[in-house]
Structures are given as structure tokens and as C-alpha cells.
């Protein structure tokens, strides 16, 4: 239940603390007192959106707080979920800057907005005067049934289920648009896969390419110029190494004298040997040089189909050019694997569509099952609020497809007179008898749930007299086990309630503040006597007060 709320800077109200009993609360207070406002503050605690321009002092942030006693809600697992502390005594704290953000906590640890409805959703429902509208809603239509009929576990498998078939209907639906496309590209892309299979591009062959075809074009050349080195070494004439031989006798006498002369003499030695090698191995060199216009023939066939491909494809080199071919061929192959692909998503579609048709069913007939108890009840309570002609109809009937909540389609049905025909409810209902039709269903609705706190605001659009009496008496029976808080501008409904709270506002020199206190006893009184007079409340309004409130 909800035990206080604590309110600063807040449109009207400079700052209040307002205390909530068990029971059957009434508010009440003259239009414009700030009831709405009380309202709007709470709202903030549930998550709805933050508004700047709602501060009392813009030069001020706005804290809202709400204490609740959650100790018989199970909401434990909840609070893990979110790493939460959870406390029995659970506070919700909403806070606004003066540029318009906000922060949200619970029990002082920072949450999200989507967080806070979520826990807001399990701790109370409000009914506001527009609220009456969700009853034309398929989503408020199913909450409704479903909580009757008791699926919410049924529901949540389904709900599993029916997420899995979407996700695998999407995989599907994404796999064939894509071999769709793939297959009209699949003729011209098989063709480049079979010219580059074809060709068959190697990791740094065009440069290996490149060297061999320019030794093949220069190979005369380079075969003369390796000759020259080996005869200007080590050839048959005058040479380096018949120079060097003159020098080896001088050198090996010199390096008797001195570890300088030896060193010289061992530097000439690797010199000499390395001349000899040079020489050699330029004639190796030489023999293995062969002019052989058939190689360079192919080596630049091929360097011509690099240099084609490379500007065909785009690609700077070889290796881009062979991950073109690895591309190429996965894309065929994916091709040719969507046959296979396509037949085990059908497959494993067909599957969870079976499975969710037979759960489909069984939610419909748990629906159609209940259905009639909830017509019956809700045709009932409207008897009992001066409605004895009116009948309420809920209409199931099978959709094509499947959905979210099943293969249904709900619609509800209102008929306020006798022999009138059941129509949508907003095409016949009047602002009154829709305000009673939503009271029954709520009421109905609040035996099956755990919600500890119901708030109605002015539940009673559009009735008065003997009909808010019996409104205010339906109200009474809720609060007996759950908080039900009312705001209302009727004695009938006001005098019902186990607590009272008043709104009202007060002139100071340079602003109006609203402010909110509990009525005792004259309080009372004189307020429902306000409430039942045009004025001054006289002797017999007095009277009829102490008589609504059942007091002597």
C-alpha cells in the first residue's frame, strides 16, 4: 500500500507530506484546489515524463517521494532482476532539475524510467477520467479476459514461443530476399568465379612475374655483362687475378715484420678469395642465363590477364584480386546452400507454428470459457447501478493469423437499453454509463489481481444522486482488502470513505499554494455539508451529512 508521498516544488505545492491509511480514501476540494496536481506529482514516481515548466521555483529542483509497503507483493525477484535493495518498506524518489532532467531512485539506487513503470505497474493502477477510453483497446480487453481467466503463465510461454517464430519468420523472410537478389547476379557472378578459377591468382606472383620477364627480355645483355666480370677477374688474358697473384709473394714476406703487415696480408687473402668467388659464381651466372622467347611469351600472356582482372575488378593487386575469387565462390556457395537453409527454417517455422496454434487454442477456450462469468458479473453490478436494462458483450472471434496474444479478436459490446442491439461501447455509451461500465470492470478486475492500490479520479463523470451512492458503496467494498483512494466531487461517494482528505489552496502576498490535510470528525462534516449546499452549509445540510456519514 501506499503510505505517504512527499512532495516539493511542484506546481502548486511549495512542499506537503500527505499520509495515506488503509482503506477507502476520498479526496475531495473545490475545482481548480489542486487535486489533478496531487495527481501529476504521483504520476512522476510512476515514471511518467518530467516537465520543467511544472516547478513551484524554477530556481529549485522538484523531489517527489512515495513510500510503499511492498512486504506481501513477492516482488524479490523483481528487485534482482534490476540490483536492487530490496526493503519492505520500498521508497520511490523522482527528482527535476530546473533545465528539465530528471533522476529516478529506488530505495536510493538510480534507475531507469522503463524500470520504474515496471515497478510502478506491480504497486498500483490509476484511473483517470480518460482512462474510460481504454475500454475501446484490444490491448486493456485482453488484460482483462486474461486476468480472469488466469493465463498469465500460459501467456508468458506463449509470448516465448510466438518471439521465437517472429525471429525465425524474419530469418526466413531475410534469407529468401537475399537469394532472390543473389540469384539474379548468380549467372555474371558465376562467370567471373569461372575466369578467375581459371586463371587462378597466386599471393605475390606478379612481381616474381615482373622479374622474370624483364632477365628474359634483357637476357643477351645480362649474359655479356656477366661474361665481361668473369674474363675481367679471372679470364684467360690480363686480368685482376694475374695482378693480385704478383702481390701475394710481396704480402706474405711483409707480414713477418708486424701484426700490422700480418693484418694487411689477411684483409688481400679474403679480398682475393672473394674476387675468385665473384668470378665464379658470374659464370654460373652466365651458363644459366637463356634467351627464351616461348617463357616470355607466356610470363607476359599472363602479366596482360593480371593487368585485365586487376582493372576489371577494381583491385589494387593479387591479393585483393584472390579475395574477390575466395568472396566469389562463398557467394555461390550460399547460393547453392539456400535450397537448404530456406527447407530448415520452413521446417523449424512449421514447428513452432504447430506448437503455437495449439496453445492459440488453448487460450481461446480458457477465454471463451471465462466469458461468460465476466459478462454476467459486469451485467449484474450495472443492475445494482440503476443500469437493470443494460447488457455487457464480449465478442472472441478467430483471426487468420497469428498474433501476440493468440489467433483472437476481442471487441466489446454494451446495449444500455431493452431490445437495443449490442454495439461497440463507444458508439452507444454516454459519459456516465461508461464511467459505471469501467467501475464494474475494474471492480471485477481487482479480485483477480495483486495490486495493493487503486486510484480512481472522479469515477463518478456523469451520475449523482442515488447512483453515486451505490458507485460509493462498490468503492467502500474494494478498500476492504486493498487501498482505494477516490477523488471526487460527490458527497454520496465522499462519505463512503474510511479516511478523508481535503485540497485546498491559500492566497499569500505574491503566489497561491495548494496544500492537503486529513479531515476529522466536524471537518468532515462541514465539508460534505459544503459539498450538498449552494453555499453556506445550513442545519439541514449539516443533517444530511451526519446522515450520509452514518453519524448521530
Known amino acids: 500500500m501506499l503510505q505517504h508521498l512527499s512532495i516539493k516544488n511542484y506546481a502548486l505545492i511549495e512542499e506537503s507530506t500527505i499520509h495515506f491509511p488503509e482503506g477507502y480514501i476520498v479526496i475531495t476540494g473545490e475545482t481548480g484546489a489542486g487535486k489533478s496536481i496531487l495527481l501529476g506529482a504521483l504520476g ?86 480518460h482512462q474510460t477510453l481504454m475500454l475501446n483497446q484490444h490491448a486493456f480487453q485482453f488484460k482483462l479476459i486474461d486476468a480472469f481467466a488466469q493465463l498469465k503463465q500460459q501467456l508468458i510461454n506463449y509470448a516465448e514461443d510466438f518471439s521465437k517464430y517472429q525471429s525465425v519468420k524474419k530469418q526466413l523472410n531475410e534469407l529468401k530476399a537475399k537469394e532472390a537478389q543473389l540469384k539474379k547476379e548468380q549467372d555474371f557472378l558465376q562467370f567471373q568465379l569461372d575466369e578467375l578459377e581459371q586463371f587462378s591468382p ?39 687475378i694475374s695482378k693480385l697473384n704478383l702481390l701475394k709473394p710481396i704480402l706474405t714476406q711483409l707480414s713477418r715484420y708486424g701484426e700490422n703487415y700480418n693484418e694487411l696480408n689477411k684483409r688481400f687473402s679474403e679480398v682475393y678469395i672473394e674476387l675468385k668467388d665473384i668470378a665464379s659464381e658470374s659464370s654460373a651466372l652466365c651458363d644459366d642465363v637463356t634467351a627464351d622467347p616461348e617463357r616470355l611469351q607466356i610470363i ?28 566469389m565462390g562463398e557467394k555461390i556457395s550460399i547460393i547453392q546452400s539456400f535450397d537448404d537453409d530456406v527447407e530448415r527454417l520452413e521446417k523449424d517455422m512449421n514447428v513452432l507454428q504447430k506448437k503455437l496454434l495449439t496453445q492459440a487454442k488453448t487460450l481461446s477456450d ?24 443494460a447488457k455487457f458483450k464480449i465478442e472472441l472471434k478467430e483471426k487468420t493469423e497469428l498474433g501476440v496474444l493468440g489467433k ?10 431493452k431490445g437495443s442491439e449490442f454495439k461497440d461501447i463507444e458508439k452507444v455509451a454516454s459519459g456516465g454509463e461508461l464511467s459505471r ?48 483512494i477516490s477523488i471526487t466531487h460527490l458527497p454520496q461517494i465522499a462519505s463512503k470513505g474510511t479516511s478523508h482528505l481535503f485540497v485546498y489552496k491559500e492566497d499569500h502576498s505574491t503566489k497561491t499554494i ?22 453556506k452549509p445550513g442545519e439541514a445540510a449539516i443533517n444530511n451529512a451526519k446522515e450520509l456519514l452514518q453519524l448521530k
Open 514 to 535: 495548494s496544500k492537503i490535510k486529513q479531515l476529522q470528525n466536524e471537518e468532515r462534516i462541514l465539508e460534505i455539508a459544503k459539498m450538498l449546499s449552494s453555499g
Open 300 to 327: 607476359n600472356e599472363r602479366l596482360d590477364s593480371y593487368n585485365r582482372l586487376l582493372k576489371k575488378h577494381n583491385a589494387a593487386n593479387e591479393k585483393e584480386l584472390i579475395a574477390l575469387w575466395k568472396d
Open 202 to 240: 597466386k599471393e605475390e606472383e606478379l612481381e616474381t612475374l615482373e622479374k622474370e620477364s624483364e632477365v628474359l627480355e634483357n637476357a643477351e645483355s645480362i649474359k655479356q655483362q656477366l661474361t665481361t666480370i668473369t674474363e675481367l677477374i679471372n679470364g684467360d688474358h690480363e686480368n685482376v
Open 366 to 389: 480458457q477465454r471463451k470459457k471465462i466469458i461468460p462469468e465476466i459478462e454476467k458479473s459486469v451485467s449484474s453490478m450495472l443492475e445494482q447501478l440503476s443500469m437493470p436494462n
Open 408 to 417: 483472437d479478436e476481442i471487441n466489446f459490446l454494451f446495449s444500455a437499453n
Open 437 to 484: 461500465l469501467m467501475l464494474c470492470i475494474k471492480s471485477l478486475a481487482a479480485q483477480k489481481t495483486a495490486l495493493p492500490v487503486i486510484i480512481f479520479d472522479e469515477i463518478d463523470t456523469g451520475v449523482s444522486g442515488d447512483v453515486a451512492d451505490k458507485i460509493g458503496t462498490i468503492l467502500q467494498a474494494m478498500g476492504t482488502n486493498r487501498q482505494v
Open 44 to 129: 512522476l514516481v510512476l515514471g511518467n515524463r518530467a516537465d520543467s515548466d511544472a516547478l513551484f521555483d524554477k530556481t529549485k529542483k522538484c523531489v517527489v517521494e512515495a513510500v510503499f509497503d511492498v512486504s506481501n507483493l513477492q516482488l524479490e525477484e523483481l528487485f534482482t532482476t534490476h540490483d536492487i535493495d530490496f526493503e519492505k518498506e520500498t521508497c520511490i524518489r523522482r527528482e527535476i532539475n530546473a533545465d528539465g532532467k530528471s533522476r529516478a531512485f529506488v530505495n536510493d539506487t538510480p534507475v531507469t524510467l522503463a524500470v520504474l513503470k515496471e515497478l510502478s505497474e506491480r504497486l498500483i493502477d490509476v484511473h483517470s477520467q
